[in-house]
């Protein structure tokens, strides 16, 4: 069975720094593409980052470059998001999924959520 | 950011059929394969179709997408009540070098 189970999130005052992680089980991580998608309070998808399988090639939306960093490690089946400067924008909750083919996500965890205060 | 379109909301009653359109541009849509997500209240998105037609393993085959030019299409024929959820698409954008997803649509089951 596909689970990817993210932790980390939890509340972190604007400029601050906070690291997600996701850790895939019932697939062979290494073979796929993985990303994170973001969800505000009330609102819809957004796609953050994604990153190839062996790391190579990484994707930003405009918003997050500069600030978040995405990576993975193959060994430990784990993808993080690193975060800093953190803005109140930033706050909702956020997914780890997979990619397969660099395609569209196909599985989705269940979420962390990230809270910022000002 | 994002640049795929859908109306905000759409309503049936049970056994309708409702559409939910998709719209973007030729460096999304256009080029590329559109997925489309179920997801219910307080959950994770669940994949509802990939490849722009194709049903994963388990969806019911109510659902069915299409696409043509820049425009994609979900379709729910026979529309029951735990079809209530928010519906999103999703593409990659060429130009943007980001994946979009639509701007969603929540499903009413009058």
């Known amino acids: 069975e596909v689970q990817l189970v993210e932790s980390g999130g939890g509340l972190v005052q604007a400029g601050g720094s906070l690291r997600l992680s996701c850790v895939g089980s019932?697939?062979?991580?290494?073979?796929?593409?993985m990303s994170w998608v973001r969800q505000a309070p009330g609102k819809g998808l957004e796609w953050v980052a994604n990153?190839?399988?062996?790391?190579?090639?990484?994707y930003y939306v405009d918003s997050v470059k500069g600030r978040f960093t995405i990576s993975r490690d193959n060994a430990k089946n784990s993808l993080y998001l690193q975060m800093n400067s953190v803005r109140a924008e930033d706050m909702g909750v956020y997914y780890c999924?997979?990619?397969?083919?660099?395609?569209?996500?196909?599985?989705w965890g269940q979420g962390t959520l990230v809270t910022v205060s000002s | 950011q994002s640049v795929l379109t859908q109306p905000p909301s759409v309503s049936g009653t049970p056994g309708q059929r409702v559409t939910i359109s998709c719209s973007g541009s030729n460096s999304n849509i256009g080029s590329y394969i559109v997925h489309w997500y179920q997801q219910l209240p307080g959950t994770a998105p669940k994949l509802l179709i990939y490849?722009?037609?194709q049903r994963p393993s388990g969806v019911p085959d109510r659902f069915s997408g299409s696409k043509s030019g820049t425009s994609a299409s979900l379709a729910i024929i026979g529309l029951q009540s735990e079809d209530e959820a928010d519906y999103y698409c999703a593409a990659w954008d060429d130009r943007l070098n980001v994946r979009l997803f639509g701007t969603g649509t929540q499903v009413t089951v009058l």
């Open positions: 990153i190839k399988q062996d790391g190579s090639e990484k």
């Open positions: 999924a997979r990619e397969p083919g660099g395609y569209s996500p196909d599985f």
């Open positions: 490849s722009t037609s």
């Open positions: 019932g697939f062979t991580f290494s073979k796929n593409w």
